[in-house]
């Protein structure tokens, strides 16, 4: 979608090896998200951003560390990838207000 | 513990006919509502939403449902094109909160 991208879009990781996702917008929106789908659990939220050095847990945190040192930037960091962090990845931007999560296309990530 | 159930995973609809999907949230904290649609390999995009003081929001072919005495959504879409054909969430927020917290998704296939 325009304005957000997320890199890498496909990554194959070997288990108990540190991993990095990376989410870069150009809308300067104060708020940004972390959430992995997977089958027969909808999309759930790891860790959100609200702002410059702020951040917070979400519903499946464990496992995950987040870093906004910039505004563009919001990265989601794997210390030590498990099977079970096998997952589509999806980063999503908000300015304000209820309306206006802005997806990005996704990080479909594979633990072997 | 599933907040937001959409309990049928898969719908099948005549092009031109109306879908009707639906979704069921548990917590009655919840007061804002959203509707996701996604395609494959692209991520979700926001389609329409409701308040909870509100009991029907349109937006052109899509209308949106809400009974809070039964904890219940649906949307409508009429009539369904091809094009309509993907997955769709329902998600819910509470007031103040940055969580959404999304439903398990039912794919809806438009049959030419």
């Known amino acids: 979608d325009a304005g957000i991208t997320q890199s890498p879009r496909h990554k194959v990781t070997e288990t108990g090896t540190p991993v990095t996702l990376r989410c870069h917008q150009t809308?300067?929106?104060?708020?940004m998200y972390w959430y992995r789908q997977d089958p027969g659990h909808g999309l759930r939220l790891i860790h959100y951003?609200?702002?410059?050095?702020?951040?917070d847990k979400g519903e499946v945190s464990d496992g995950y560390s987040v870093s906004r040192s910039k505004t563009e930037d919001f990265l989601l960091t794997l210390e030590s990838a498990t099977s079970s962090q096998t997952s589509v990845y999806f980063c999503?931007?908000?300015?304000?207000?209820?309306?206006?999560?802005?997806f990005g296309s996704g990080t479909r990530l594979t633990v072997v | 513990d599933q907040q937001v159930k959409q309990n049928s995973p898969s719908l099948s609809v005549q092009e031109g006919r109306i879908s009707i999907l639906n979704c069921d949230y548990t917590?009655?904290?919840?007061?804002?509502f959203l509707w996701y649609k996604k395609y494959p390999a692209e991520g979700p995009t926001f389609l329409i939403s409701i308040s909870s003081i509100k009991d029907k929001n349109e937006d052109g072919r899509f209308t949106v449902f809400l009974n809070k005495s039964a904890k219940h959504l649906s949307l409508h879409i009429v009539p369904s094109q091809p094009g309509d054909s993907a997955v769709y969430f329902c998600?819910?927020?509470?007031?103040?909160?940055?969580?959404?917290?999304f439903g398990t998704g039912t794919r809806l296939t438009i049959i030419p």
């Open positions: 951003s609200y702002g410059v050095k702020d951040t």
């Open positions: 809308e300067n929106h104060r708020y």
């Open positions: 999503a931007i908000r300015a304000g207000g209820a309306d206006g999560y802005t």
């Open positions: 998600a819910a927020r509470k007031f103040g909160n940055e969580k959404l917290t």
């Open positions: 917590n009655s904290m919840f007061d804002y």
